[in-house]
């Protein structure tokens, strides 16, 4: 491509260099920088790549795109250097130009929020595929292709593997894509440059406050996806949440609402439930769903009305739901021959341990026994307060390691066990290796009895101390069984 296409797209201070030249790449990681290549000097919180420029240009680079004007030279008559304000988003205008502005092509929805995404965007794909059009998939937990999946690296990838699994959806005849749009990807600007024709929104709570600092700007941060909706999108968000109105109180799109408590566009409520599924008055019709809790209640309103708003069928829209089943380590039950219930649950901050523990609370017949941990290099601030909330709402609290990283898993208990009293304390389980405290909770476990295996959900590795180790909160539960 000609680098004078791939410049259309964003708005440069300064050129240095001929711009009628082909560009056979575009490139971010100095690394993988060949002949011919436009390399994106990103600044990151680490790394800054500015410093690699020159082995970017000895490996053949014939663009440079760059904030930093030390790095701008007086004239250069091999190499181009494009000066802009913002690196991260030239990348994602530029890598979505390089391939062809794929989410043109796509009705292309993001869900954004605290909980709830991963649920939405892959029932919301699934529902698609089921009412028979082609659909894409990017998600926490895998992507798709239509049918064929590739394996998921982060909740939102960066702009190039984004732009580049856009546009194999594209070339495989989607007419859809669903993509979970995380606070960090819209803050690095990865999703700069994409057609979104829809937005939802889960929720807002405690999270990832260690990268934001703060709450407002982890509120805000999200927002900024509706704010650049075009008038011919549509937005859903959550009335329930007191965020819902914030986050399209500036959107030029058609907005829409869904509530469980109040009025609404969309509205719902529990008719019967049970650990196989609930009975939901849903718009004026019945439905049996196969999903549990009110936090599932709020996400099948937003799915229902992200669907009717894709111009679906209302009716065929409601039997699609009645069919769909829980998403990989999102509530999910595991019975056991003896009586007992082990439900997997990706459950990491405060209010989903809350939402999960309560939904298990309306259901069950015997006692709670609730094992969670926490993840290290992460938002300390939550630790004592999902101890406290797991603590208060469980017969039987085991606390445990989850993915340590470069932590010591007896510091992140220690945490966690701050937000308890003394008297708490001695009654609860404090057990560092997780697979030892789930076979406990599975031991003392009685017929009737639920264990919640909560934090790691879908996830099938522990990281410490930097290495990904093997293991599955799933198999260790049918092991015992």
């Given at each position: 491509m000609i680098l004078n296409e791939l410049l259309s797209v964003i708005t440069p201070k300064q050129v240095v260099g001929k711009t009628d030249i082909n560009i056979t790449d575009v490139q971010f990681d100095s690394r993988k920088v060949s002949d011919g290549n436009l390399f994106v000097a990103q600044v990151g919180t680490a790394v800054d790549g500015h410093q690699y420029i020159a082995s970017c240009v000895d490996k053949g680079a014939k663009a440079i795109v760059?904030?930093?004007?030390?790095?701008?030279?007086?004239?250069?008559?091999?190499?181009t250097y494009i000066l802009v304000d913002?690196?991260?988003?030239?990348?994602g205008r530029i890598a979505s130009k390089w391939f062809g502005e794929p989410s043109k092509h796509l009705t292309l929805v993001g869900v954004t929020g605290t909980n709830g995404k991963t649920t939405i965007a892959t029932l919301l794909y699934k529902l698609?595929?089921?009412?028979?059009?082609?659909?894409g998939l990017l998600s926490t937990v895998v992507n798709y292709v239509d049918a064929e999946s590739v394996p998921a690296t982060h909740t939102t990838p960066d702009a190039i593997e984004l732009n580049g699994l856009l546009r194999r959806m594209v070339d495989a005849g989607c007419e859809y894509a669903f993509m979970e749009v995380s606070s960090h990807a819209i803050v690095q600007e990865r999703v700069a440059g994409l057609d979104f024709d829809g937005a939802l929104f889960t929720n807002l709570t405690r999270d990832h406050i260690d990268y934001h600092k703060t709450f407002d700007n982890y509120r805000d941060a999200k927002k900024r996806l509706f704010d650049t909706l075009k008038p011919n999108a549509f937005a859903v968000t959550n009335k329930d949440d007191k965020n819902g109105l914030v986050m399209t109180q500036n959107t030029k799109a058609r907005v829409y609402s869904y509530s469980v408590r109040s009025m609404a566009d969309y509205r719902a409520q529990i008719l019967e439930e049970g650990f196989e599924g609930m009975l939901l008055q849903l718009d004026g019709q019945e439905v049996f769903v196969p999903l549990v809790g009110r936090f599932n209640v709020s996400n099948l309103l937003c799915i229902y009305g992200a669907a009717i708003n894709l111009g679906f069928d209302k009716m065929e829209v409601l039997r699609v739901l009645s069919t769909l089943t829980p998403v990989n380590g999102r509530f999910e039950a595991i019975r056991s021959p003896k009586?007992?219930?082990a439900i997997i649950d990706y459950a990491h901050t405060p209010d989903a341990v809350d939402n999960v523990i309560q939904t298990i609370n309306e259901i069950r017949k015997g006692k709670l026994i609730t094992v969670v941990g926490c993840g290290g290099n992460r938002d300390k601030g939550k630790r004592p307060m999902m101890a406290q909330i797991a603590k208060h709402g469980s017969d039987q609290l085991i606390l445990t390691s989850d993915n340590p990283r470069d932590e010591e898993p007896a510091d992140i208990l220690?945490?966690?066990?701050?937000?308890l009293t003394e008297e708490e304390l001695r009654s609860t389980l404090i057990i560092e290796d997780r697979e030892s405290a789930i076979k406990t909770a599975c031991t003392i476990a009685q017929a009737n009895d639920v264990i919640l295996v909560a934090g790691k959900g879908h996830?099938?590795?522990?990281?410490?101390?930097?290495?990904?180790?093997?293991?599955?909160?799933?198999?260790?539960?049918?092991?015992?069984?």
């Amino acid at each position: 491509m000609i680098l004078n296409e791939l410049l259309s797209v964003i708005t440069p201070k300064q050129v240095v260099g001929k711009t009628d030249i082909n560009i056979t790449d575009v490139q971010f990681d100095s690394r993988k920088v060949s002949d011919g290549n436009l390399f994106v000097a990103q600044v990151g919180t680490a790394v800054d790549g500015h410093q690699y420029i020159a082995s970017c240009v000895d490996k053949g680079a014939k663009a440079i795109v760059l904030s930093n004007p030390d790095y701008l030279p007086a004239e250069s008559k091999d190499v181009t250097y494009i000066l802009v304000d913002n690196t991260d988003e030239a990348l994602g205008r530029i890598a979505s130009k390089w391939f062809g502005e794929p989410s043109k092509h796509l009705t292309l929805v993001g869900v954004t929020g605290t909980n709830g995404k991963t649920t939405i965007a892959t029932l919301l794909y699934k529902l698609t595929r089921a009412l028979g059009h082609k659909a894409g998939l990017l998600s926490t937990v895998v992507n798709y292709v239509d049918a064929e999946s590739v394996p998921a690296t982060h909740t939102t990838p960066d702009a190039i593997e984004l732009n580049g699994l856009l546009r194999r959806m594209v070339d495989a005849g989607c007419e859809y894509a669903f993509m979970e749009v995380s606070s960090h990807a819209i803050v690095q600007e990865r999703v700069a440059g994409l057609d979104f024709d829809g937005a939802l929104f889960t929720n807002l709570t405690r999270d990832h406050i260690d990268y934001h600092k703060t709450f407002d700007n982890y509120r805000d941060a999200k927002k900024r996806l509706f704010d650049t909706l075009k008038p011919n999108a549509f937005a859903v968000t959550n009335k329930d949440d007191k965020n819902g109105l914030v986050m399209t109180q500036n959107t030029k799109a058609r907005v829409y609402s869904y509530s469980v408590r109040s009025m609404a566009d969309y509205r719902a409520q529990i008719l019967e439930e049970g650990f196989e599924g609930m009975l939901l008055q849903l718009d004026g019709q019945e439905v049996f769903v196969p999903l549990v809790g009110r936090f599932n209640v709020s996400n099948l309103l937003c799915i229902y009305g992200a669907a009717i708003n894709l111009g679906f069928d209302k009716m065929e829209v409601l039997r699609v739901l009645s069919t769909l089943t829980p998403v990989n380590g999102r509530f999910e039950a595991i019975r056991s021959p003896k009586g007992w219930t082990a439900i997997i649950d990706y459950a990491h901050t405060p209010d989903a341990v809350d939402n999960v523990i309560q939904t298990i609370n309306e259901i069950r017949k015997g006692k709670l026994i609730t094992v969670v941990g926490c993840g290290g290099n992460r938002d300390k601030g939550k630790r004592p307060m999902m101890a406290q909330i797991a603590k208060h709402g469980s017969d039987q609290l085991i606390l445990t390691s989850d993915n340590p990283r470069d932590e010591e898993p007896a510091d992140i208990l220690r945490d966690m066990a701050s937000g308890l009293t003394e008297e708490e304390l001695r009654s609860t389980l404090i057990i560092e290796d997780r697979e030892s405290a789930i076979k406990t909770a599975c031991t003392i476990a009685q017929a009737n009895d639920v264990i919640l295996v909560a934090g790691k959900g879908h996830e099938d590795y522990q990281i410490i101390k930097g290495v990904k180790h093997h293991f599955d909160d799933h198999e260790v539960v049918k092991n015992c069984i």
